[in-house]
């Protein structure tokens, strides 16, 4: 049996988490609607000038890779 989407985006974000935390910040998933994912980024993550760079570059990057169905990845509040 395959895993949802949700549970593979789930993986993903426990894979980048590590150096997320690192930087003092987290990452939540918050929803899988259609075929968007959105996270909550926390911590010092939040208003960071650089978490616009994190999200794209990195979260959004790796569930695409590991998730290739997803399209985007939003942050929300």
Not at 52 to 68: D, N
């Amino acid at each position: 049996m395959t895993e949802s989407i949700e549970k593979r985006v789930q993986k993903a974000l426990d894979e980048i988490r590590p150096q997320i935390q690192a930087d003092g910040g987290d990452v939540e998933l918050v929803a899988v609607e259609k075929l968007t994912v959105k996270v909550r980024l926390v911590g010092a993550c939040a208003g960071c000038p650089m978490s616009a760079m994190t999200l794209k570059q990195g979260v959004e990057a790796l569930i695409k890779q590991r998730v290739p169905e997803i399209l985007k990845v939003e942050a929300v509040k």
